[in-house]
């Protein structure tokens, strides 16, 4: 099978000013790249052709950090993504059981709930969910997935009181008079209530989606196509959603590649225990090496920081979170992987996470270079600072950065850190000018899988209220479309066969409805993927 691709414009990732004519396609693999006239003739007489009519051809997306199983697994959950008060997200609650049978007794379960957009600016208590039932558990889980709140039957179930202290890397919030009011802070602390909202130990960092992996991963997997993304990751897999991924895999329910990262917290046997997925992809699943979770997030104010967080209503005093795991804890896990020479992708929000980690690479890396040569990664590297993009650069450790959250909760980041800190979250420009190498994400499904809202928020930096979030900090296009395409395959270890349009490369490719380049930045956004096309076959048509 071969195709060519002409009339258009083509952009190869290979320079800014790289302007072929054409591309030959055979066998799911760039066959030629150059002159129409010279590609016609390296390709057979019975070659298709596919007249771009205008539009742009460039190598397809490659997601440097991501969860798609559980991206899939939101589709049974209560959306309270557009909930502007807490009303309506014990509306959009009792909505949902209003629709159920009465016989069925399974917890109510909601997802992507935001403070900052609810007209209470706060997140609900148990009290407020109580108006939902005071018999089933109902359970809502934060936009970040860092934090949730539940009602009392999950508050009473797990056996919460105000002597409960809170668990080492979380918090459990609490009423003026010590009880518990039904947040929870990091995973730690929503352990409390997974027995109750899983008991039988699945769901992954999702309890109650959809149970059904295959299905699970067809919708995850048709959004991501439908964004122009067809390589993707799994950036926090415990056991069961391991598990639930190899079943989409050998049912053939996969239709892009998937990097699989199992959480170092559940141990560090993956490699050993499914050795099929240890090496290249298998039905669109490898394995990539493991995550460690450092601390959690900026908007919910837990990310870890070397600072405290600005005051604000409600946190008159605050102070500066803290890790999910100790120094000592981080060593074991780092010393582990890196005895497997194996890749480590370490969550960071905060500057104290990063400092941690650093440190950390440095010191094990020195030792056990294995560590240093599998490309670690700093996840997020939010608030990261100059000084330790320093040091960064020289361990060649790769800043993957969250950057469409200058959008989202750009504002927030104002309030919770203050204008300095504020303006400098998701510093790509810093990490490039030092020579770090970065990547970005959207960190699905806590925002979309839109490359193109990612590379548009990298570009301008403005916030939901038209904000301008540190535009110092602001790259130029070209950066940013390479570190969704060259420089996220670099991250994963397949620069030589993704992420650019040159002979031999994977014909993993996009048509978008503009040129990138030749686009406004403040109208980048409103560039619309066209054609998605997986070694060589078209897999999304608009």
């Known amino acids: 099978m071969e195709t060519i691709y002409h009339s258009g414009r083509i952009l190869t990732m290979v320079g800014p000013d790289d302007a072929p004519e054409a591309v030959l396609v055979r066998e799911g693999r760039i066959a030629a790249v150059g002159a129409r006239g010279a590609v016609r003739a390296a390709a057979c007489p019975e070659a298709d052709e596919v007249d771009l009519a205008g539009r742009t051809l460039m190598p397809s997306f490659i997601d440097p950090h991501g969860h798609l199983l559980q991206h899939g697994m939101l589709a049974a959950l209560v959306d309270l993504e557009h909930a502007r008060s807490i009303a309506e997200i014990v509306g959009a609650f009792r909505e949902r059981l209003a629709g159920r049978h009465a016989e069925d007794r399974a917890p109510l379960v909601g997802a992507k709930y935001d403070p900052q957009l609810l007209a209470e600016g706060r997140h609900p208590t148990r009290a407020d969910l109580d108006a939902v039932s005071t018999e089933l558990p109902v359970f809502a889980l934060h936009r970040s997935m860092h934090v949730a709140v539940g009602n009392s039957v999950l508050v009473d179930g797990a056996g919460l009181t105000a002597e409960t202290p809170d668990p080492e890397g979380g918090r459990f919030g609490r009423f003026a008079d010590g009880t518990p009011d039904g947040y929870v802070e990091e995973h730690p602390a929503m352990a409390a209530y997974l027995p109750i909202l899983s008991p039988g130990g699945g769901g ?50 996969l239709g892009l590649d998937v990097v699989v990262y199992p959480v170092v917290q ?46 604000i209503e409600g946190d008159e005093e605050p102070g500066c979170a803290y890790p999910i795991h100790t120094p ?77 959250h200058t959008w989202f909760w750009g504002d927030v980041h104002l309030r919770n850190l203050g204008p300095e800190r504020g303006r400098r979250i998701s510093p790509a420009r810093s990490a490039l000018d030092r020579g770090v190498r970065v990547t970005l994400h959207q960190d699905t499904p806590v925002t979309p899988p839109d490359m193109l809202l990612t590379i548009w928020a990298a570009v301008n930096r403005i916030s939901r209220t038209g904000q301008s979030i540190g535009p110092e900090q602001r790259i130029s296009v070209w950066e940013a479309l390479r570190a969704v395409t060259c420089e996220a395959a670099y991250q994963y270890g397949e620069e030589e066969s993704k992420g650019q349009l040159r002979e031999g490369m994977r014909a993993d490719m996009v048509i978008l409805s503009a040129d990138p380049l030749a686009t406004a930045p403040q109208d980048l956004r409103e560039i619309a993927v066209i054609t998605t096309i997986k070694d060589g076959v078209v897999v999304h048509q608009a």
């Not at 020195?366 to 000084?387: G, S, Y």
């Open 266 to 311: 559940s141990g560090t046997s993956a490699f050993d225990q499914h050795s099929e997925y240890a090496g290249d992809y298998r039905s669109g699943l490898r394995l990539g090496g493991y995550k460690m979770i450092l601390d959690g997030s900026p908007q919910a104010r837990s990310a870890w920081m070397s600072e405290p967080y600005a005051p």
């Open 204 to 253: 992954g960092l999702l309890p109650a989606g959809v149970a059904d992996p295959l299905r699970a991963a067809e919708l995850a997997v048709a959004d991501y196509l439908r964004h122009g993304i067809t390589t993707a990751q799994e950036g926090a897999a415990d056991p069961s959603t391991v598990e639930g991924l190899i079943e989409a895999s050998r049912a053939g329910a």
């Open 328 to 404: 000592a804890e981080v060593e074991e896990f780092t010393r582990a992987v890196a005895g497997q020479g194996r890749q480590l992708i370490a969550h960071c929000n905060g500057d104290a996470a990063a400092q941690l980690w650093v440190e950390t690479a440095e010191r094990i890396g020195a030792e056990m270079p294995a560590l240093l040569e599998a490309r670690p990664v700093m996840i997020h590297a939010q608030t990261v600072r100059d000084d330790q993009l320093d040091r960064m650069a020289p361990l060649g450790m790769i800043a993957s950065i969250f950057s469409v």
